[in-house]
């Protein structure tokens, strides 16, 4: 079937949905709303498609095209469920089961006939991390079965005036609802909070006579102050007391309004930095392997299960500044100092990476060299594992992952990866050559041909397509909240295989007669070359897109097989 995806932004569903309707066999096309409705209908008349799906979309299709064709929204939230902000009112309200719809377009908002529908129980995570698991995973379900009855042509779809369907407005959520009161909010509401408005809008709010947006929350188990104190920091994020505990807030984003020169969103600590008045605060550093009985919060963290090491990790976006990613290489070092035989390397829900920070880097006094010393920390840690031939390396990736994160994967021994993640295994649509050892590591694994075909084409890949590319050694079909358990129980089960010992020594050979045709050195070398060009070049166009991507300004028209703005450094928000 002839699918046109109309959608706001190529975001983290919008690429499953290429990707796996693609997997179908369904040709797929994609046009961004937020070009405009000539745009879309020029998208229309050109591709002349059967159907036409919005699985994100913030303004309505013009009315001319959803009464021609037959227009199915992709809406976050339970049949009749009615309104802008669906997901984020779950969360507020902690409710512990929601939904996806596939609605047929018309005149009023959420309100066409139901195609289809799955329901899922929510997570204690922020709105970005649940929307891009359980809410992607039904919308997934839900979208493949409304393709199925729309291709059979007898379906007919359940009108919302079914006396069955019960039909519930919800208002867009504002800033004041949003707002805290953190003399009156407990901890529990504090997070609800800020998780319901984690990616977009984050909660409005004052630091030191301020106002900034909060981004993210968790919660910390000893730290305790006035409600509304700034207690301290840790990797990045900063502590603030509620009236009952307290959390960690990872990210802020100055108002545009406010002067600040980067008002986007940045660790905690980077834009307190900047705030003349801010007393010390102390930086509250857990070790790597936490004691028992301890729930504190932290962004890297070490466990060991007999002969398996763990090195977890989650930042936001999927992002790693320079700061995260030696901060990662050192706790790498430090689970090779550990006796096991199996080390995995990830497994927490969400993002696996998504490369260099480009957030960070816009934010630098000088881009140019932050961008260079950023992608040298990358190098060092994907280095790191590919020198590893001691034990089995294993990448676990429980969501998505892009650019050098795919590269970070691809250095280890195996690639388990959660079914429904999405991969960018490319650089192009940030005007970059790539790096990160990508010219080893993907033809090793998918050979030449592909590898040049995947960073030339930049479009994003399902799972099962990078299983069967290579790129991937295991699918494991488990949902996100069983995800880290299934890991586990795989590399403790590798960890007990009778040839391990034989494919550690056949890994180190092979290794060793790898460095004798070309030395990674070499790879590195070549590559960097290539990035320092661009960096160091004011007239790049690496420049001109990483900002407009930072600053979500638009940055060109897309092709509609080969949707601009994939992520790339800076991830699908």
Avoid at 128 to 137: A, G, M, P, Q, T
Avoid at 146 to 162: C, F, L, N
Wanted: net charge neutral; proline share 8%.
């Amino acid at each position: 079937m002839d699918i046109l995806l109309v959608a706001s932004a190529f975001n983290s569903l919008s690429q499953r949905v290429h990707a796996e309707l693609s997997d179908d066999g369904h040709r797929v096309d994609v046009v961004l709303a937020s070009h405009g409705d000539d745009a879309v209908r020029a998208a229309v008349r050109d591709t002349r498609p059967e159907l036409i799906i919005a699985p994100m979309l913030k303004t309505a299709l013009p009315e001319d095209v959803w009464r021609e064709h037959t227009c199915l929204v992709v809406h976050p939230g339970p049949p009749g469920d009615r309104g802008p902000t669906s997901l984020d009112w779950a969360i507020a309200e902690d409710a512990p089961r929601w939904g996806v719809t596939v609605l047929q377009a018309g005149a009023a908002m959420d309100a066409g006939d139901i195609w289809a529908a799955a329901p899922f129980e929510t997570a204690p995570t922020g709105k970005s991390d649940l929307y891009r698991n359980e809410v992607s995973d039904a919308a997934m379900a839900a979208v493949s079965l409304a393709v199925r009855r729309y291709g059979d042509a007898t379906h007919k779809p359940q009108p919302q005036s079914d006396p069955a369907v019960r039909v519930v407005w919800r208002d867009a959520m504002r800033a004041p609802r949003r707002r805290i009161d953190w003399e009156r909010d407990d901890t529990g509401t504090v997070l609800r909070k800020l998780r319901a408005a984690d990616s977009q809008p984050g909660v409005l709010d004052e630091l030191l006579g301020r106002e900034v947006f909060l981004h993210g929350g968790h919660p910390e188990d000893r730290l305790r102050g006035a409600p509304g104190e700034l207690l301290a920091t840790r990797a990045g994020a900063v502590c603030r007391a509620t009236r009952d505990g307290a959390v960690w807030i990872p990210e802020l984003r100055p108002r545009r309004n406010s002067g600040d020169p980067a008002p986007f969103k940045r660790p905690a600590a980077c834009v307190l930095a900047s705030f003349p008045d801010l007393p010390p605060l102390p930086e509250a550093a857990v070790p790597l392997e936490l004691p028992p009985g301890r729930r504190a919060w932290t962004d890297i963290r070490y466990r060991q299960r007999g002969p398996v090491g763990f090195v977890t990790f989650s930042f936001p976006g999927g992002a790693m500044s320079t700061g995260q990613c030696r901060r990662l290489l050192a706790a790498y070092r430090h689970a090779l100092t550990r006796t096991t035989t199996v080390l995995v390397l990830g497994g927490a829900r969400d993002f696996f990476s998504n490369g260099i920070h480009l957030n960070v880097i816009e934010a630098a006094p000088d881009p140019a060299e932050e961008s260079w010393t950023n992608l040298n920390a990358m190098n060092d840690l994907v280095e790191a594992v590919l020198r590893t031939t001691d034990r089995l390396v294993v990448s676990a990736l429980g969501g998505n992952a892009a650019a050098g994160g795919v590269m970070l994967a691809l250095a280890a021994d195996e690639v388990w990866c959660r079914t429904g993640a999405v991969l960018n295994p490319h650089y192009r649509r940030m005007g970059l050559y790539g790096s990160e050892f990508w010219t080893y590591s993907l033809p090793r694994r998918a050979g030449h041909e592909t590898a040049e075909r995947l960073t030339a084409e930049a479009l994003p890949v399902s799972a099962a397509t990078a299983a069967a590319l290579g790129l991937v050694d295991r699918p494991v079909p488990v949902p996100a909240r069983e995800f880290a358990a299934e890991t586990e129980r795989l590399a403790t089960a590798l960890a007990a295989s009778p040839d391990l010992a034989r494919r550690i020594a056949a890994k180190a050979a092979a290794r060793e007669r790898d460095e004798a045709v070309r030395p990674l050195a070499d790879h590195r070398r070549a590559e960097l070359d290539r990035m320092r060009a661009v960096f160091f070049d004011p007239a790049a166009p690496y420049h001109a897109l990483r900002s407009a991507f930072v600053r979500k300004m638009p940055s060109g028209s897309p092709r509609p097989t080969a949707p601009a703005g994939l992520p790339l450094g800076g991830g699908a928000r």
